[in-house]
């Protein structure tokens, strides 16, 4: 547990250098000096100046934000479900929010709408979810996960149904949101108050955490209300996932691969795991969005293709050492 101090610093020194290396690579790299100059609002480089304040700061900005909201609600819904396996997106929030703006997609409205129907659509499969899982007054982590993954099959059907009878001049646009993008985010400030937000009311919540991954009736015997926990913590976590698809799409991976991988370097205990699944999602995918923009530049990949190759090795790489 000693480990804790040593990568809590690596964190947030790791940080501001994802969000330098985003402002200074791409198809126009930018040395320390310019880039530091236009920062500070020094005009000496117009193109570097428009180039760091128009493009790569908020793309950058968001990357960070949507990259810990990921993480953050990961790591809430893990201890929810006592599921090491679940990550944002499998109680079919990003489902909702997919559907509704294909549909405004579809529509031909502008990005204002997209945002706010794609958050609209998370809210509406956020109380479905909710609403059937309940027995009685009473509902479980089993029933609400199978809850979830049902109505994010339903979802995934109308979305291919979108798919099928969209023009073909949309469609690559709704597969680049679908897969994850963030060429459009260009207004972090509610990911970020979100964020921040977020964290706060987790940073409160750690200790009943802790005893919830114990057990109900750990956590029940020592003074917390397991029901209204649970509740708490699967509202905190959909609004967090509802924020990051609204911004950027469904960026897969992010939210399952970094919980588990602070849990194996600094263990469980979430005073510790929260923000550092912060400060580590949302470094993770700055760097990956910058190497989306830059590496095949001018033409950029979307950002969850890169998280899911990365992904996808170290999951199996995690899954393997923990067997």
């Known amino acids: 547990m000693n480990r804790r101090l040593p990568i809590t610093l690596l964190l947030l020194a790791a940080?501001?250098?994802?969000?330098?290396?985003?402002?200074?690579?791409?198809?126009?790299?930018?040395?320390?000096?310019?880039?530091?100059?236009?920062?500070?609002?020094?005009?000496?480089?117009?193109?570097?100046?428009?180039?760091?304040?128009?493009?790569?700061?908020?793309?950058?900005?968001?990357?960070?934000?949507?990259?810990?909201?990921?993480?953050?609600?990961?790591?809430?819904?893990?201890?929810?479900?006592?599921?090491?396996?679940?990550?944002?997106?499998?109680?079919?929030?990003?489902?909702?929010?997919?559907v509704a703006t294909l549909l405004s997609m579809l529509a031909g409205l502008g990005a204002g709408w997209l945002r706010g129907n794609a958050f609209l659509g998370a809210m509406l499969s956020m109380l479905i979810v909710f609403g059937l899982s309940r027995a009685g007054s009473a509902w479980t982590q089993n029933r609400l996960l199978l809850t979830g993954v049902v109505v994010a099959a339903g979802w995934g059907?109308?979305?291919?149904?979108?798919?099928?009878?969209?023009?073909?001049?949309?469609?690559?646009?709704?597969?680049?949101?679908?897969?994850?993008?963030?060429?459009?985010?260009?207004?972090?400030?509610?990911?970020?108050?979100?964020?921040?937000?977020?964290?706060?009311?987790?940073?409160?919540?750690?200790?009943?955490?802790?005893?919830?991954?114990?057990?109900?009736?750990?956590?029940?015997?020592?003074?917390?209300?397991?029901?209204?926990?649970?509740?708490?913590?699967?509202?905190?976590a959909s609004l967090l996932t509802a924020m990051a698809v609204t911004l950027a799409g469904s960026i897969g991976f992010v939210g399952l691969v970094i919980p588990h991988i602070l849990r194996l370097a600094g263990g469980s205990d979430h005073r510790f795991l929260l923000p550092a699944s912060v400060l580590l999602g949302g470094g993770f995918l700055t760097v990956a969005d910058t190497l989306a923009r830059s590496a095949t530049a001018p033409t950029q990949l979307p950002v969850g293709v890169l998280t899911a190759l990365l992904g996808v090795p170290v999951f199996l790489f995690l899954l393997a050492r923990t067997r």
């Not at 236009?38 to 100046?49: K, S």
């Not at 909201?69 to 990961?74: D, F, R, Y």
């Not at 979305?159 to 023009?167: E, F, H, M, T």
């Not at 114990?214 to 015997?221: C, D, I």
Request: aromatic share 6%; charged share 10%; hydrophobic share 55%.
């Open 15 to 98: 940080a501001p250098l994802s969000l330098w290396f985003a402002l200074s690579q791409g198809s126009l790299n930018i040395g320390a000096t310019e880039l530091w100059r236009a920062l500070l609002g020094g005009h000496d480089n117009a193109t570097a100046y428009l180039v760091i304040h128009e493009l790569r700061l908020p793309r950058a900005l968001s990357a960070f934000a949507v990259g810990g909201l990921l993480a953050l609600s990961g790591a809430l819904l893990q201890v929810l479900l006592r599921n090491p396996l679940a990550d944002p997106y499998v109680l079919g929030i990003s489902g909702g929010a997919a």
């Open 157 to 236: 059907a109308v979305i291919s149904l979108i798919l099928a009878v969209a023009p073909a001049t949309q469609v690559q646009g709704m597969l680049f949101w679908l897969i994850g993008d963030l060429s459009y985010a260009s207004q972090p400030r509610a990911a970020i108050v979100a964020l921040m937000a977020g964290l706060a009311v987790s940073l409160w919540l750690a200790r009943p955490l802790n005893l919830l991954m114990r057990g109900e009736n750990v956590a029940a015997t020592l003074g917390e209300n397991p029901a209204r926990l649970r509740l708490i913590i699967y509202l905190l």
